[in-house]
């Protein structure tokens, strides 16, 4: 009988959200600046560049212990400070935010072939204020999954603000 790991089923749920939030927003190219509600939200340009900018600071920051490589991208993607507009010329290309994420996602995929199931237990970098949801390096992979399936609802709301077609991505 095969026994799945705590790894591998991180691995899988990561994926499978990734999977479907990609199938959502892979077709908004034409309209990534496109707002889920007409008093604003997040839209689908915001939401890739924050999964891809916050992930890879639970990685490097809460993880690692290092340095967030997409610091640069904190004013435009970061939880605090940033808000989403409609002006194309704030951001990089869409394209290019899109790759971004799977590079990161990438990243953090092969962090987790690095480790076993019992490093899931150890303690993570997280500020003080944050321990309560980020105290372990397993609840870190929990709260991506999470981050991730929430704003993917906003990615499929502004698909519908663009009269784009119904998906069961």
């Not at 409609?86 to 990161?104: C, G, H, N, Q, R």
């Not at 105290?135 to 991730?148: D, E, K, P, R, Y």
């Amino acid at each position: 009988m095969l026994t799945m790991k705590t790894t591998d089923y991180i691995k899988m749920e990561l994926e499978m959200c990734k999977t479907w939030v990609m199938g959502l927003a892979s077709d908004m190219a034409d309209a990534p600046l496109t707002f889920p509600t007409p008093n604003g939200g997040n839209h689908p340009m915001w939401v890739m560049g924050h999964m891809a900018y916050s992930e890879s600071n639970l990685l490097h920051t809460f993880i690692l212990n290092d340095e967030n490589p997409l610091a640069d991208w904190k004013n435009l993607f970061g939880q605090q400070g940033s808000q989403p507009t409609d002006d194309a010329t704030a951001y990089p290309p869409y394209d290019e935010v899109i790759a971004k994420l799977e590079s990161v996602r990438a990243e953090t995929l092969a962090y987790l072939d690095s480790i076993t199931d019992e490093d899931l237990n150890k303690s993570s970098h997280a500020p003080e204020e944050y321990k309560a949801f980020f105290g372990t390096i397993g609840q870190v992979f929990a709260m991506m999954s999470i981050h991730l399936s929430f704003h993917g609802g906003q990615v499929a709301d502004a698909r519908r603000a663009a009269k784009k077609e119904v998906l069961m991505a």
